[in-house]
């Protein structure tokens, strides 16, 4: 079973902000916390990867409080080419593999 | 940079028969994970192959295994086929020296189809 919750939809207009939590109460010491995006009929696409704190690059962010049961996905100004489904992984290779899951992720939704 | 790939891109197979599925990792990957991701569902990891050794598996049954070539390349098998091993199969490359963090690069899939 996977160990994360995310919602299972939202949806968004073009030049907003976009911010999908995922909840890992169960999350190990040496569990990383890591996002992806995937389109119908393609491989997941790595986006983002935390473990404590803010974490930046050039297409999101990823907030995680100090006590790292939940993370926050956010993603500026979308756009339609940001309509997917968004993953949150939470483990690490060697720890335990049913949370190597992706659970049903999140389709993000995003209208003109 | 070549990304990772995957062949055939599509396979139809009966039940009870075998297939094998081929992956590429990213150049400079050394590592290799196989998922199975069903219609509606996230992906499921089925193993990791590194050094030509199986590391770590999944909640899959012996029907399923796997290979890694000296070129870091690597197989799927699976055998007895059922009609719920319907699915698009994932390869994913990584190269984890010393961080055990889950950043993957994922091929297209190769789409299978049970009859």
């Known amino acids: 079973l996977a160990k994360t919750t995310q919602p299972i939809s939202m949806d968004s207009y073009e030049g907003q902000e976009v911010n999908i939590t995922c909840s890992h109460n169960n999350i190990a010491t040496n569990d990383y916390i890591t996002w992806y995006q995937q389109f119908p009929s393609q491989g997941p696409r790595f986006i983002i990867q935390g473990y404590k704190t803010k974490v930046t690059n050039e297409v999101a962010s990823l907030f995680i409080p100090a006590d790292r049961k939940s993370s926050t996905l956010s993603l500026p100004r979308v756009s339609l080419s940001d309509t997917a489904v968004y993953y949150c992984l939470v483990g690490a290779w060697g720890g335990a593999t049913n949370k190597l899951i992706f659970g049903t992720g999140t389709l993000l939704a995003v209208q003109p | 940079d070549a990304g990772v790939t995957q062949s055939p891109t599509h396979l139809i197979k009966t039940r009870g028969q075998q297939v094998t599925l081929r992956c590429s990792p990213k150049?400079?990957?050394?590592?290799v994970s196989w998922y199975q991701q069903a219609l509606g569902q996230g992906p499921q990891f089925i193993f990791q192959?590194?050094?030509?050794?199986?590391?770590q598996r999944g909640n899959f049954p012996d029907r399923f295994s796997g290979h890694q070539f000296p070129n870091y390349s690597s197989e799927l098998n699976v055998n007895a086929l059922l009609l719920g091993d319907s699915a698009l199969y994932l390869c994913?490359?990584?190269?984890?020296?010393?961080?055990?963090?889950?950043?993957?690069?994922f091929g297209p899939g190769t789409r299978l189809t049970v009859t």
């Open positions: 192959y590194y050094e030509e050794e199986e590391r």
């Open positions: 150049s400079g990957h050394d590592t």
């Open positions: 994913a490359s990584s190269d984890p020296k010393g961080d055990s963090s889950l950043e993957q690069y």
